[in-house]
């Protein structure tokens, strides 16, 4: 799907995440954060500039999050991303106070806002995972001053050198592989990952790719 629809699923179902930012010694800190409104261009998010995560944020853009929906584990959906942000400024507080009433009661009036400030996440490569799908369903996305750009991820492939044995086929917990043509293929949007089916294969040919 294209990443606008993560953005809506973010910003309208989820709306709140667990952002990792890092510390000026590298170290990563959590903190529960509100994505308040979307566009082609990115995620918007307010904070403070008396606080802990503006002053992060101030020294190292890159940040991390992870969103899910769900009462249960087997009903959830879960979006991580991995991004750079930069401040924007106040320009869009109203629109963020408009769009997120409950704003209102936290920062009353002008001048109890006067402290706040806007930041865009502008680019970063996410992923989507689905545990209510049967099989699950995954798929990487990707995006960039409001381009689209390429987020595979790691994932593994069968080489030419499987001879169609079916090993794979039989321990695969989610039944992501087929055999075609005499040759094991693994559907990349249904796989857990857990690397099952290279243990078992007598050929080695099973492998993990890494993408940048």
Do not use: W
């Amino acid at each position: 799907m294209d990443y606008r629809h993560y953005f809506e699923f973010l910003v309208n179902e989820i709306h709140t995440v667990i952002l990792a930012s890092l510390d000026p010694f590298g170290g990563p800190v959590t903190c529960a954060l509100d994505l308040m409104h979307q566009d082609q261009e990115g995620l918007y998010f307010l904070t403070a500039k008396g606080k802990g995560l503006y002053r992060r944020l101030s020294l190292d853009p890159r940040i991390a999050f992870t969103a899910l929906k769900g009462a249960d584990t087997m009903s959830s959906a879960a979006v991580s991303l991995r991004g750079r942000v930069r401040e924007i400024g106040p320009d869009m507080l109203p629109l963020l106070f408009k769009k997120n009433p409950y704003m209102a009661e936290i920062y009353p009036d002008e001048s109890s806002r006067g402290c706040l400030t806007v930041f865009q996440i502008y680019a970063g490569k996410g992923e989507f995972f689905d545990l209510s799908k049967r099989p699950i369903f995954r798929e990487s996305f990707g995006f960039a001053n409001g381009h689209e750009v390429n987020a595979q991820s790691a994932r593994y492939v069968i080489t030419d050198k499987c001879d169609g044995c079916g090993h794979c086929l039989r321990v695969c917990p989610q039944g992501s592989i087929v055999i075609k043509d005499g040759k094991g293929m693994i559907a990349p949007e249904h796989c857990l990952r857990c690397g099952e089916c290279r243990s078992v294969c007598p050929q080695q040919a099973v492998v993990l790719q890494e993408q940048s």
